[in-house]
């Protein structure tokens, strides 16, 4: 794999990432939480060594409405504290 398939391919998965917090409905949660910034960056590391990005994306896509990110989602611990902000 070259560096610039590499870059792709974690680009994709970010904007996997940010596809699930807006889905699960707690984009504004991540923005506000203390120490956001870190927060983030370890949430898109999570998403970024996942193994399920085609899953995931097919999710995406055929989910309009989820309580909860499937299992495999690496961020879900994540996104459950988040819920609990609203």
Not at 13 to 27: D, F, P, S, Y
Request: proline share 2%; aromatic share 4%; net charge negative.
């Amino acid at each position: 794999m070259s560096f610039l398939e590499y870059l792709l391919g974690a680009d994709a998965r970010t904007a996997l990432m940010e596809r699930m917090m807006q889905k699960m409905g707690v984009e504004r949660q991540l923005k506000v939480v203390a120490d956001h910034a870190a927060v983030t960056n370890r949430a898109v590391d999570r998403c970024r060594s996942c193994g399920h990005q085609d899953e995931c994306a097919a999710w995406l896509d055929e989910t309009a409405h989820a309580d909860h990110p499937p299992a495999y989602c690496r961020n879900s611990d994540l996104i459950a504290r988040l819920q609990s902000i609203r």
